[in-house]
């Protein structure tokens, strides 16, 4: 189930990146002064942030003319597809069970214990609970009161992320 992704975009989105082979991971319009932002992460079934640039620019076409033909968004806007890459967004249950083991950041829509910020491993996800070991200890934050989460892949040994 997709949250925060808003539905007449998802309508359009959704049957466009299925048609690649892909799913879709995270999608939002971001509106400001000017032109409207659409941003739409996709990736494979396998969910390993293997899409190739080439496949991103073909959904970014197809998914422009159907957002033109639906007349989804007012005005101009920028439209970015991209995989989730290193520091992958969790917006799906599935995305969290699929990162289990790894070190995970999350913020809550509230705080929970005091706390709206957590990081550390996600040890399970089971029945919509995402279980992590923190420093401090343990937590478990039921995904409805996830108002963002990332899982990062493990790097090798010696290695660093580059931004």
Not at 62 to 76: N, P, R, Y
Not at 114 to 128: I, N, S, V
């Amino acid at each position: 189930m997709y949250r925060d992704i808003p539905p007449e975009l998802l309508k359009v989105v959704e049957p466009i990146v299925r048609d690649h082979g892909l799913e879709v991971v995270d999608a939002g319009i971001r509106r400001g002064s000017g032109r409207a932002h659409v941003r739409l992460v996709v990736d494979t079934p396998e969910g390993d942030g293997r899409v190739l640039v080439d496949t991103c620019a073909l959904v970014s076409r197809e998914v422009g003319h159907g957002l033109d033909a639906g007349d989804v968004i007012q005005g101009s806007y920028l439209l970015e597809v991209t995989s989730p890459g290193v520091d992958r967004v969790l917006a799906r249950e599935l995305d969290f069970s699929r990162a289990v083991g790894r070190k995970v950041e999350l913020e809550t829509r509230e705080p929970l214990d005091g706390r709206r910020r957590f990081k550390g491993r996600l040890a399970r996800f089971e029945q919509g609970v995402a279980h992590l070991e923190l420093d401090s200890g343990t937590a478990a934050i039921p995904f409805d009161k996830v108002a963002r989460a990332r899982a990062f892949h493990p790097l090798p040994l010696g290695g660093r992320a580059k931004r």
